[in-house]
């Protein structure tokens, strides 16, 4: 099986180059950038070339396309869906042409709504004005167009992940839980500055990529349909409070003299409507509970330790 990942020099994509790796598959590594793909032999991505694009997909059976904008990089419109919808498109086309078997598309459950509420499934319509939700739906609606019997594609609606990158310099420490961890273990001391007690799925970046493995060998088994729209998610819907009280509860597991100092700008937080964000294939492709969550939160603390 040959594994072809773009935007491998990102957060998600440098995990699941490194897992697949692991797990003995032949991984090609795609990306505009070498700076955090020290170790690994990679293969510059041009994406306005479909010459390069066909050249770096061919004689390869699945490909994963990580390469995309989150919400903080999300700040024009324009360029917004150039890396989450128009590149995406220009790769899969290649793919296509390419004889690529399976395509798994990277998008994100902010395509859902802005602000992530209630009960949330792939029954649910999308609703969003956010350019990053935008910018990724208009993705899923041009490979869907475009899909066809002889390469599959998957769309992955992926909740928060958490988890350690590649190397320290990858950009991934303004998530939440990233971003809490490092900050404690540099200064002692981490503060929230949200003003709401927010709600938001997450799951370890490592149960993420044990997912991916799955929807890979189920596509190289004959008979095991994958739908086209998957919501991958945990059974963590969280909160703030939440959050704080389990990385306080792993710090003193790790270091029981060490106290993990985590204050609220705001001493009262706004209530806000509880999030339930799932999946109706969970119990089918049994991704619903994350095995990986605790340790994955102290593999993230041992690696800001080591590493700042």
Request: aromatic share 10%; with cysteine.
């Amino acid at each position: 099986m040959r594994i072809l990942i773009t935007g491998a020099s990102g957060f998600l994509g440098g995990r699941l180059a490194e897992y697949l790796i692991k797990k003995k598959l032949k991984v090609r590594i795609a990306s505009r950038s070498k700076k955090t793909l020290k170790k690994y032999k990679f293969e510059k991505i041009y994406w306005n070339s479909n010459k390069n694009l066909e050249k770096i997909c061919n004689n390869i059976d699945v490909v994963i396309n990580c390469a995309g904008n989150d919400t903080h990089k999300c700040k024009t419109k324009s360029k917004s869906f150039l890396v989450n919808s128009k590149n995406p498109t220009k790769l899969f086309k290649a793919a296509q042409n390419a004889g690529v078997g399976f395509f798994i598309f990277m998008s994100s459950a902010h395509v859902y709504k802005n602000n992530l509420i209630g009960n949330i499934n792939e029954n649910n319509k999308p609703k969003t004005n956010h350019i990053h939700g935008l910018s990724k739906l208009d993705g899923e609606k041009n490979l869907i167009k475009l899909q066809n019997k002889n390469t599959k594609l998957l769309i992955l609606r992926s909740s928060n992940l958490f988890g350690y990158p590649i190397n320290k310099d990858v950009k991934c420490w303004h998530l939440l839980i990233n971003s809490l961890i490092k900050d404690l273990v540099m200064y002692d001391k981490a503060t929230i500055l949200s003003n709401k007690n927010i709600y938001r799925n997450y799951s370890s970046i490592d149960s993420f990529c044990d997912f991916i493995f799955l929807m890979i060998k189920k596509h190289i088994s004959k008979g095991k349909k994958i739908p086209t729209i998957i919501n991958y998610c945990s059974e963590n819907n969280l909160n703030l409070i939440d959050i704080v009280s389990i990385i306080k509860k792993r710090f003193r597991n790790l270091e029981k003299s060490k106290k993990a100092n985590i204050s609220f700008k705001n001493a009262i937080l706004q209530k806000t409507k509880k999030l339930i964000y799932k999946s109706i294939y969970s119990k089918k492709f049994k991704f619903n509970y994350d095995k990986n969550f605790t340790k994955e939160l102290d593999n993230l603390i041992l690696y800001c330790k080591s590493n700042f």
